[in-house]
């Protein structure tokens, strides 16, 4: 039976308390994260800004399991993913949750149903046609699954890795700076993209973004500065978002 991502009594997708990342040790220990807490709510869609350095992605990582914390905890649901084997975590992270990278990070030798597959392949499952084909289909890449990244242009492979973030349809899907390398018109898809998970599917996003155009896609804007969250928007604006952080200096 699958473990259910909704936490008795608090209806979050995921949450973090009180995390603090500090990378080195002594004087020359980098505090990355200084006791952050957030709870991420099902079918909402959160952005995580700030200036350079301010732990945007240190918290992201932590949140998505692909980087511990220092102290704290970081729950998906009612499970506590923060103190799991490394072994465990690989396999929920597998079936838990998605995760969107800046640089695609596809396999240019593979087929981009076959990138699509890898996930579930690495787990040891036995790829499902069907949701691969439907995956693609979703993100209007039907037709293209024998295709090699090389001979997609940048956005279409930002939609293979969104289809593959999505084959195992997650409930938490997890982008960093999904659109940092894409012009302005094919950003605007992939954040379309993302925002048709959360209004249809129920899904729960955060994104780390530098832009604001992006965040006012979002339900909310979480804004960090030296590791910490210092401010929230809720039904943010472009304006809005870009006039808060030139007050952060971001």
């Known amino acids: 039976m699958a473990e259910t991502m909704i936490e008795n009594g608090t209806g979050t997708a ?3 308390e009180g995390l603090h990342r500090e990378y080195g040790r002594g004087a020359a220990a980098v505090r990355a994260l200084r006791g952050v807490s957030v709870a991420l709510a099902p079918g909402t869609f959160t952005a995580v800004m700030g200036p350079s350095g301010s732990g945007k ?5 932590c949140l998505a399991g692909m980087d511990r914390p220092t102290r704290g905890s970081v729950w ?3 499970t506590e993913v923060s103190r799991l084997p490394e072994r465990r975590l690989a396999e929920l992270r597998r ?3 998605g995760f969107v990278f800046q640089a695609f990070n596809l396999m240019p030798a593979m087929t981009v149903a076959q990138n699509v ?3 579930g392949r690495l787990a040891g499952r036995r790829p499902d046609r069907a ?3 439907d995956a693609l289909a979703r993100v209007g890449l039907a037709g293209r699954e024998r295709h090699r990244p090389g001979q997609l242009s940048g956005g279409q492979q930002q939609r293979v890795a969104i289809a593959r973030a999505l084959v195992a349809r997650p409930q938490v899907v997890f982008a960093d700076e999904p659109t940092g390398a894409l012009d302005r018109n094919t950003g605007r898809e992939i954040l379309a993209l993302l925002r048709d998970g959360v209004d249809r599917d129920g899904r729960t996003c955060v994104m780390v973004t530098h832009d604001p ?4 896609y979002a339900d909310r804007v979480l804004l960090l500065a030296d590791g910490m969250v210092v401010d929230e928007l809720d039904r943010p604006t472009a304006a809005m978002v ?4 030139s007050r952060l200096g971001g």
Do not use: K, M, Q, S
């Open 14 to 16: 995921a949450r973090a």
């Open 57 to 61: 992605t240190t918290l992201l990582h």
């Open 76 to 78: 998906w649901g009612d």
């Open 95 to 97: 079936t838990r949750i």
């Open 117 to 119: 597959e890898l996930p």
């Open 131 to 133: 949701r691969v084909l």
């Open 213 to 216: 155009v992006a965040a006012g």
């Open 242 to 245: 870009g006039e808060r952080l």
